[in-house]
C-alpha cells in the first residue's frame, strides 16, 4: 500500500525553467513533509521540509506548497539549474517513521 | 554526512552466507534506521532502533535481523542472502532531543547477493 504518492517519476526542464513534483498522501496522521534530495551514489539529503499548519515555505529557489485539504504537497524549484539534476523524494512523518515516496529523477538541460 | 559511517560500502557476496553490515554514528542520536533503496521501489525501511537494544520492524523485514547494543552503532544482519536482497542499504539517524524528525542519511552500502 503506497501512502504516498509522488509524481511524475521522471522530468525533463530547460535551464532558468520551473520544476514541479507532486506527492499526495492518505493518512491524516502524518505531521510533517520532507523533501529529500539524493545525488547518485549518495544518501538522500534534506532539502526543506513543511508542517500542515503552513501552507507555503521557501527556501531559496526551492518552495513547498501544502494543502492539508486536499492532502497534497509539491516541491516547486525557479530557475531550474543543471546541478538539480538528482532524484527528488517526498516523504510523510509519523510515528519516528518516514513514510516514502518512489521518487521523480529530474535532469535540466543546459 | 552528518557524522554517519558505513562499512563495508561495497560487498558482494554468495546466496546463503550470513552478512552484517555496520552503521556507525557520532551525532549520539537515539534514532536509527536501515533502509534498502531498489529502482522502482524507492526507500523501504528494514528496522529501526529507538535506543540500545530496542529495535522495531519496518515494512520489509523478513530476512533481515539487527542489534543495537551501543548507542552509536547499529548492525544489520542478513541472516541467509538472497538474490533478492542485492540492494542498495542506507543507515539513517534521528535526533528526538531536538524535536526535529529530520533523518540524516549515511552514505550508503552496496550489496550485491551471486
Known amino acids: 500500500q503506497q501512502q504516498v504518492k509522488q509524481s511524475p517519476q521522471s522530468l525533463i526542464v530547460q535551464k532558468g525553467g520551473i520544476s514541479i513534483i507532486n506527492c499526495a498522501y492518505e493518512?491524516?496522521?502524518?505531521?510533517?513533509f520532507p523533501w529529500y534530495q539524493q545525488f547518485p551514489g549518495k544518501g538522500p539529503a534534506l532539502l526543506i521540509a513543511i508542517r500542515p499548519d503552513v501552507s507555503e515555505k521557501k527556501e531559496g529557489r526551492f518552495t513547498i506548497s501544502f494543502n492539508k485539504s486536499a492532502k497534497q504537497f509539491s516541491l516547486h524549484i525557479m530557475d531550474s539549474q543543471p546541478g538539480d539534476s538528482a532524484t527528488y523524494f517526498c516523504?510523510?512523518?509519523?510515528?519516528?517513521?518516514?513514510?516514502w515516496g518512489l521518487g521523480t529523477s529530474l535532469a535540466v538541460n543546459p | 554526512d552528518a557524522g554517519i559511517t558505513q562499512s563495508p560500502r561495497h560487498k558482494v557476496t554468495e546466496t546463503g552466507t550470513p552478512v552484517t553490515l555496520r552503521c556507525h554514528q557520532t551525532e549520539n542520536h537515539r534514532y536509527m534506521y536501515w533502509y534498502r533503496q531498489d529502482p522502482g521501489h524507492g526507500l523501504r525501511l528494514i528496522h529501526y532502533s529507538y535506543g540500545v537494544k530496542d529495535t522495531d520492524k519496518g515494512e520489509v523485514s523478513d530476512g533481515y535481523s539487527v542489534s543495537r547494543s551501543k548507542t552509536e552503532d547499529f548492525l544489520l544482519t542478513l541472516e541467509s542472502a538472497t538474490s533478492s536482497q542485492t540492494s542498495v542499504y542506507f543507515c539513517?539517524?534521528?535526533?528526538?532531543?531536538?524535536?526535529?524528525?529530520?533523518?540524516?542519511f549515511g552514505p550508503g552500502t552496496r550489496l550485491l547477493v551471486l
Open positions: 493518512n491524516t496522521a502524518f505531521d510533517y
Open positions: 516523504a510523510a512523518h509519523n510515528n519516528r517513521k518516514l513514510i
Open positions: 539513517a539517524i534521528s535526533d528526538s532531543t531536538s524535536g526535529s524528525e529530520t533523518q540524516y
